[in-house]
């Protein structure tokens, strides 16, 4: 199971105790996944979603909590679309044209509104309650190569800026992008993201999700210890094919016996070690040297083996 399924899977499940909370997780629902139809004699209203457990949720509270007769049709699979969708008809009546007044989809005189309804989110608990509703509508979170990404997205550009002060007035640093086709609202920071997790009311999903960033961060630091570790062989590996490189020219023309003994015994332990780093040559030595005093040595090796080259008759 995803991510994003799970955290819907279980936020769905959530029955929010207070109705002004109800109201404004069913307000964002409408406004993300609804659309009207006038029709003569009154107004349908048509909803839908992939995901099962979200459209129970519309369904719960329009039919249980709304008292509000609908209609669920689950479409199956098609080529542009993988999974079935779920559409839930409400058709005209009184008390779906009350509940959309309610929570102002419709403004009393029965005009479309179109941003963030804000006479509903007058407590923390109705802001958390829309935003919820608005991600189960419209979210989703992705694990990127530099962390992860959540955004709820919507082709209404002034509810996107509204739902951007939305959050922040929850205290998130969201952000505000304009794409080809919509508008998304983010998070980037995983702190950010596991604390809207709280806020919405998906605290299993938030420890699923802090396990996730900690296998996360363990790969992320075994990757690059390995990485780490597989350069230094590599610039260890290539030194040592230099250096040898140059004890060979010098044992071919003076020999590597004229060499002063420090020199003499660090060329020697190299032909022998070819696969040693050079702190572990150093303490191979008889007097053990640093790694700053073997690499001085080797500076001087390969000073006379260029000395040496450019003796030679041409």
Same mark, same amino acid.
């Given at each position: ?10 936020? &769905?499940?959530?029955?929010?105790? =207070? *109705?002004?909370?109800? /109201?404004? #997780?069913?307000?964002? +629902?409408? @406004? ?62 009184? &008390?779906?044209?009350?509940?959309? =007044? *309610?929570?102002?989809? /419709?403004? #009393?005189?029965?005009? +479309?509104? @179109? ?200």
């Amino acid at each position: 199971m995803s991510l994003t399924t799970g955290i819907k899977d279980e936020l &769905a499940h959530l029955k929010p105790r =207070k *109705k002004c909370d109800r /109201l404004a #997780e069913l307000s964002a +629902l409408v @406004r993300l996944t609804g659309s009207l139809h006038l029709k003569q004699g009154g107004l349908d209203l048509t909803m839908a979603s992939p995901v099962p457990a979200v459209a129970r949720k519309i369904l719960v509270l329009l039919k249980d909590i709304f008292d509000i007769d609908v209609e669920v049709v689950a479409e199956p699979p098609s080529l542009k679309k993988h999974r079935p969708n779920y559409i839930i008809t409400a058709p005209t009546q009184a &008390a779906l044209v009350y509940t959309l =007044k *309610k929570a102002r989809i /419709l403004d #009393e005189d029965g005009n +479309l509104t @179109r941003g963030v309804p804000y006479e509903l989110l007058n407590n923390r608990c109705c802001q958390a309650a829309y935003v919820r509703g608005a991600w189960l509508a419209a979210g989703s979170i992705t694990s990127t190569a530099h962390g992860y990404h959540l955004e709820i997205s919507t082709s209404n550009g002034e509810l996107a800026e509204d739902m951007l002060t939305v959050l922040e007035e929850l205290g998130f640093p969201a952000k505000l992008n304009e794409r080809a086709k919509d508008y998304a609202v983010y998070l980037t920071d995983a702190d950010s993201i596991s604390d809207f997790l709280t806020i919405v009311g998906a605290h299993q999903s938030r420890l699923e999700f802090e396990n996730r960033r900690i296998i996360k961060a363990l790969k992320s630091q075994v990757n690059r210890v390995v990485n780490a570790e597989a350069a230094n062989l590599r610039k260890t590996a290539s030194a040592s094919v230099n250096q040898i490189k140059d004890i060979k020219e010098i044992e071919r023309q003076i020999g590597v016996g004229s060499l002063p003994t420090a020199l003499s015994e660090l060329a020697r332990a190299r032909l022998r070690h070819p696969e040693a780093t050079t702190a572990e040559l150093g303490e191979l030595l008889a007097e053990p040297a640093s790694k700053s005093a073997v690499n001085h040595r080797f500076r001087r090796l390969r000073a006379i083996a260029r000395d040496l080259e450019r003796q030679l008759p041409v």
